[in-house]
């Protein structure tokens, strides 16, 4: 079966630079979500969208932003970039609109920065 | 302010033993519940996931939720070494609300 895809999978950046994530759900998903997970840490919950619309708000800094295409996938934007963004990121899809949506993982992105 | 609870660990078990992982909670909305199991350095898996008070029976796993309590658990029956991981409770209010996690709870399954 088809599963989420993420892209890059490994990233080098330096601190300050700029970085691009992206994310393309299960076919037919309609709902992303992005979450950080720092090393030895439990992954944070980001933000979501569904039908391409902001849904849920995490703790994701001011530096970063994301937006869900048309054909539902997802990019995070991630700017003036500090060494403590250096973790892996997922990307996470479901069938959404509904209040037992199962969220499925990517395989995530690793984000140094140095 | 969610809230998550789980015992680290790290939990060891002997092969073919059943293990037992709890979890708590603190948002009395919550709605819906999963089990992940993560590998170190990979995403993590979805094992269960339960939204009505009772047990969820699948294969080897048993989840079990008491919604009065805010109590969550994770049976594993007829443990097996590959079954070595960290597991994640998650709960969410549902929709395209984001997951909140729980720490994980590390467990060894001992040939």
């Known amino acids: 079966a088809a599963g989420v895809i993420q892209s890059p999978r490994h990233l080098i950046k330096e601190k300050r630079e700029t970085a691009t994530l992206k994310c393309y759900p299960i076919?037919?998903?309609?709902?992303v979500y992005w979450y950080q997970q720092g090393p030895g840490q439990d992954p944070q919950f980001l933000i979501s969208f569904y039908e391409k619309m902001q849904s849920d708000k995490g703790s994701i800094p001011d530096r970063f932003s994301a937006q869900q295409f048309s054909d539902y996938h997802s990019e995070l934007n991630m700017s003036s970039l500090e060494l403590g963004d250096s973790a892996l990121y997922f990307c996470?899809?479901?069938?959404?609109?509904?209040?037992?949506?199962?969220?499925?993982f990517g395989p995530g992105t690793r984000l140094t920065v140095l | 302010q969610k809230e998550v609870e789980q015992n680290s660990g790290p939990l060891s078990v002997p092969e073919g033993a059943i293990a037992s992982l709890n979890c708590t909670y603190s948002d009395r909305g919550s709605q819906s519940f999963f089990w992940y199991r993560q590998y170190s350095g990979k995403s993590p898996e979805l094992i269960m996931f339960i939204y009505s008070n009772g047990d969820k029976e699948d294969g080897r796993f048993t989840a079990q939720l008491n919604k009065a309590s805010q109590y969550v658990s994770l049976l594993i029956r007829d443990s097996q070494p590959s079954d070595s991981a960290t597991y994640l409770c998650?709960?969410?209010?549902?929709?395209?609300?984001?997951?909140?996690f729980g720490k994980g709870t590390h467990l060894i399954i001992q040939p």
């Open positions: 998650a709960v969410t209010g549902g929709g395209a609300d984001g997951l909140t």
């Open positions: 996470a899809s479901s069938l959404g609109g509904l209040s037992t949506d199962t969220q499925y």
């Open positions: 076919p037919r998903h309609d709902t």
